[in-house]
């Protein structure tokens, strides 16, 4: 955690260890846009968005958030 916590990038960590509140904790304490538990490396699902945090750039690829990024909202009220 601790060399985690002094990453400049936050793109993303890897967590490996046998304890469930362990890896919780350190999914909490991780500032990175994807934290991977027990395994490393792109997950195949592409509703799954990824992309950093910190220095990391802005945004997201894949997933509704890449979607929405792409959306503009507009508000339309009308009176007849």
């Known amino acids: 955690l601790a060399m985690a916590a002094h990453d ?10 046998l304890s469930l509140p362990r890896a919780l904790r350190a999914m909490r304490a991780i500032d990175a846009g ?11 699902d592409f509703i799954i968005p990824t992309g950093g945090f910190l220095g990391s750039g802005i945004g997201k690829d894949l ?11 507009k508000s339309v009220l009308i009176d007849f």
Do not use: D, K
């Not at 997933?63 to 909202?73: E, I, T």
């Open 63 to 73: 997933g509704r958030q890449a979607f929405q990024a792409c959306q503009r909202q």
């Open 34 to 44: 994807t934290v991977w538990i027990n395994r490393y490396g792109r997950s195949g």
């Open 8 to 17: 400049t990038y936050g793109l993303c960590a890897g967590v490996h260890t």
